[in-house]
């Protein structure tokens, strides 16, 4: 039992796996800009801040033994809208955790830091990251390297639900096509036979769980199965079943394709992943079917869309200095008092 900061915990990671370290009896605080929720109503310490906010964030990370470290600007689109402050987000602030920290680091990367490759890939694979977002993760890695006590996670592509409170996000893969599919009842797929590693969000607190109570440090990629684009559209068309697959060959800037093993989670940490992209798709098409998402055009199920106001914004020579924190409390200013009453 242990102190747990879990920074970036009100995202769609954090939501399921604040709710497991609680379970397991952790005392935990979770750190949070709330860049896409408008409120955080779990029943666990709550710290609204931005990383950048350093003074404040180092009172937090004093008292804790292990940080779970989620925040980042997530996303090959999100990351694209201002490359500076994805830098200072996603790599700076990783940097001055190891700088002050001497506990347990648990950090997410991804598998996005493979790129394009043929054959079956392990942690020891070349890296070809295609996209700032997959850079800024992969020049994190490397801070880390030189932490003496952490753990680095490459995630497969996530899918499913996490908590009932956090945002479900629909710009991963197998969750937008199971709502196309549900919704319009046809999907569009871009050429369809690149590989994609999966994991259900929830699987990745049992990674994290397991972390902490080993000594084990590295990377370890986390994997449940590798499918293609096509097979996870087919897999949704059995159980959303008279959904049109439409394959376009329209070039997509989206150009990673990578199989990737996931041994070494299994036989160092005994992470074995329990759910599938079947159950996966099933969770998602149930919600949908019953009406829990009331719009689900809204921007904020969508990491790009969601900061693209406001980033936008941020383009100005002013906006540069300002932390994210007052460019979010801006927009949500401008918000409220445009609103009517
Ligand atoms: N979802 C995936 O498929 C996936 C795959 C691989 C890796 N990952 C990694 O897992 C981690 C969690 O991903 P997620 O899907 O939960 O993302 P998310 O975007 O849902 O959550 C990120 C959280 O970080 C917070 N945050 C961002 N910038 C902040 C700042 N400056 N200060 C304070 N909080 C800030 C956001 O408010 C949000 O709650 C990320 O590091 C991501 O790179 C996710």
């Known amino acids: 039992m242990g102190r747990v900061l879990v920074v970036g915990g009100a995202g769609y990671v954090g939501g399921h796996l604040t709710d497991r370290l609680m379970e397991q009896g952790h005392k935990v605080t979770v750190y949070d800009l709330l860049l896409y ?37 997530v996303g090959d ?17 990783v940097r001055w955790l190891t700088s002050v920290f001497e506990g347990r680091i648990i950090f997410m990367s991804t ?14 694979s070349p890296l070809n990251p295609l996209s700032l977002y997959a850079r800024t993760k992969l020049e994190s890695e490397y ?5 003496p006590n952490s753990v680095v996670f490459r995630l497969g592509t996530l899918f499913g639900l996490g908590d009932r409170f956090s945002r479900l996000r629909l710009d991963l893969v197998l969750n937008t096509l199971t709502v196309r599919a549900t919704l319009n009842r046809r999907m569009s797929v871009f050429g369809g036979q690149q590989y994609r590693p999966l994991l259900h969000v929830r699987d990745v607190a049992d990674a994290v769980i397991l972390a902490m109570g080993m000594d084990a440090n590295g990377i370890f990629d986390l994997v449940a199965e590798n499918v ?9 068309q059995e159980q959303a079943c ?57 921007s ?9 106001p406001f980033l ?30």
Not at 46 to 63: A, S
Not at 228 to 236: C, D, K, L, S
Not at 255 to 262: E, H, I, K
């Open 37 to 73: 929720e408008d409120v955080y109503l779990k029943d666990v310490d709550f710290v609204y801040g931005d990383i950048l906010d350093q003074d404040q964030l180092l009172d937090h990370v004093k008292r804790a033994d292990v940080v779970v470290w989620l925040a980042a600007l």
């Open 228 to 236: 293609t684009i096509m097979q996870i559209a087919e897999a949704v």
């Open 111 to 124: 598998c996005s830091v493979y790129g394009a490759q043929e054959g079956w890939l392990s942690e020891t």
């Open 143 to 147: 801070i880390l390297m030189s932490h």
């Open 77 to 93: 689109g999100a990351c694209a809208l201002d490359e500076e402050l994805t830098v200072r987000i996603n790599v700076d602030s």
């Open 242 to 298: 008279d959904a049109q697959i439409d394959v376009t060959d329209v070039p997509f800037q989206d150009t990673r394709n990578y199989r990737v093993l996931g041994e070494k989670a299994r036989h160092e940490l005994s992470f074995a992943p329990k759910l599938t992209m079947r159950d996966g798709i099933a969770e998602v098409k149930q919600l949908i079917e019953q009406g829990r998402i009331r719009d689900l055009t809204a």
């Open 312 to 341: 936008r914004e941020h383009q100005s020579p002013l906006g540069r200095e300002v932390h994210v924190a007052h460019q979010l409390a801006h927009h949500r200013t401008r918000r409220v008092t445009s609103a009517p009453t």
């Open 300 to 308: 904020r199920f969508s990491n790009y869309l969601a900061l693209r």
